[in-house]
């Protein structure tokens, strides 16, 4: 891995103002200094509204970014139905160009079963995401979707071999941003090893360190993160691929952002994303935090972030109370295994990423064509799913 590579260094150097840091990344890329960023957004896509769509619309409205294709993989909910809200996302800003490639249904060994039972044994855990007791759909059934259903189709490949096909067809010049559980990236990781060094980049939302919180969530679990929790093996593999750059947006930088101010600035703009997101805002409260809108706002502006810590990083892979927990070690303490160091952002310039989204949720969706309006709210406008208080989407 490179630690500090010279484009992270211009990246960091140039972001004082506006956008330019990811310009000077793409300077520095072989795709040329007016070349888009290419990124592949991998995204557990529960819906509507929450932060993995606000998410991808952070990708989808920046002039500068290419989506090459949507990966989805289980996580806040079950991948089919996530499927379903990422193609009428794409309906509702007129990016219907970009395809939804369906990934892993199921962590690659946790089990719901075996969780419940550990849950038992072993204490509560607070978002459980397509497992909560409050969802009664089996996991291949889609129920009707409050902003419609989609009337384009997902595409025929799968997530991993589309995100294989991908980097190879443009080496060292993809991004992958993982904010769901890391189950596609580490099934395109096994399928072939070359995948990771073929990236550019890794951004994920995921682990924690020391989150300076009460909520429940945290507060006695403070290295407990929803997606490395939820696939454990698959956060493994990824973290131990080869990559040349990882950057982690961890609970520690999330919780120091709220998005109320957000959806208050953006509530009069006609823009599609912007009218999609007021009408399924899940601002209410404690659980408005950005989680994977930072991470996604970082890739492009990084001067959001002002400070980070390079560590070595890996889940727990013990069964019991730890199971899925972030680790961490410094060069004094890593164990022999092989690991590179990650970049885990640790301080946020909460101002900066609010006047980032506000701008780009507020503008005119970059290449739109033939959007698909939504239906009308309903008459008592409310959010249609309260989520549970600071549980992290
Ligand atoms: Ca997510």
Redesign the pocket.
Known sequence: MKIASLAAALAFLAGAAGFPAARAQAAASPSGSDAPLLVIAD??ASGPGG??MASLLVLLQSPRVRVLGITVVS??SWRDEEVQHALRLLETIGRTDIKVYPGAAFPLVRTQEWTKLNSDLNGKVTWMGAWRETRHTAWDEVPPLDEGAPVTRAADEDAAHFMVRMVHQYPHQVTIYG??PLTNIALAQRLDPHFAELAKELII?GGSLSPKTEAHEWYNLPRHEF?FWFDPEAADIVLNAPWHNVMVTSVDVSIQTRLAGVIKAIRGSQAPAARYLVQYSRSNGLSDYA??ELAAAAWLDPAIILKQRDAYMDVNLTRGPAYGNTLTWSDYDKPLLHHDLVHVQTEVDAGRLERDLISLFSAPTPGAHDARPLPPPPPAAAPSTPPPPAAQ?
Do not use: E, I, R, V
């Open positions: 995204q557990d932060s993995d996580g806040d904010a769901g939302m997606n989680w994977d989407p």
